[in-house]
DNA sequence: ATGGGTGCAAAGTGTTTGCAAGTAT
DNA sequence: ATACTTGCAAACACTTTGCACCCAT
């Protein structure tokens, strides 16, 4: 049985994670992390965002390009600028029965959904180069 | 302006998405117009399942790993085994208020959202070899 | 004839992995 | 001491692109 260890790695790119509330890719998360360490590896941030997501310690949210990386425990839904790919959080509850009506009508063992709303972000909308 | 032309391999292409009910990947296309026109290039299926999909004549569905294609024309739910990767159609109708209040809440121009549901399909779970 | 489409191969992204050395427990 | 973790670089998987030639309109 594997125990997961606590390295000054993984406590650097959980604290770049929860200082962030605009969520950001493995990559950022790297970038920033080795204004500290600069000796720190890309494959070690994804080894590690890979373990916290498994851990619990943050949510990974999958939407198309890289995967994000969210401070919040609870799952939740997003919303995605096609403009600029500016991802938020959207301010709806998660609606489980949804999983049990998936369950109860397929027979499919759904352990959840994820939602993403897919528009233009007010500030993308503002700018008029709409499009 | 930009007009689309009819060529056979876009057709061919889009009878093989046609053809299907199981959300094929665009290698799976690739793969399978190749047996009959053997010089057809992934770029080519690339190309033609993207102006296809701005046509509106298929849907894609966006999933990690690779995006598939489904030849129904009506946005709605899907579901993936994340055993086996199957994706296949949610038996849920498409909940158009959530744009709405996502728009109301927030003033992000929603234009649709994708769910996914997560989980073991039955064959897999029958399967007993589970996690 | 004209301008979009094609095949090919190379290049891009984002992510994973094999390995030897390092380190938390 | 043990066995998980790291840094590095190479490998991967999926997709996009530059270019010269082709072909639908």
Redesign the interface.
């Known amino acids: 049985m594997i125990r997961y260890r606590t390295t000054k790695q993984n406590q650097l790119i959980l604290d770049a994670v929860q200082k962030h509330c605009d969520h950001p890719t493995a990559d950022q998360i790297y970038l920033e992390v080795r204004a500290s360490n600069d000796q720190i590896s890309r494959g070690t941030v994804y080894r590690n965002l890979d373990k916290l997501a498994d851990l619990g310690s943050l949510l990974r949210v999958?939407v198309?390009g890289a995967d994000r990386y969210d401070c919040r425990l609870d799952v939740h839904?997003h919303?995605i600028?096609?403009k600029c790919g500016a991802v938020?959080d959207?301010?709806?509850a998660y609606h489980h029965e949804?999983?049990q009506?998936?369950l109860e009508?397929?027979?499919?063992?759904?352990?959840?959904?994820?939602?993403?709303?897919?528009?233009?972000?007010?500030a993308c909308?503002a700018d008029g180069t709409q499009k």
């Open positions: 999958k198309p839904y919303m600028c096609r938020v959207a301010p709806l949804l999983d009506q998936v009508q397929t027979g499919f063992l759904v352990e959840r959904h994820r939602t993403v709303f897919e528009g233009i972000c007010p909308a």
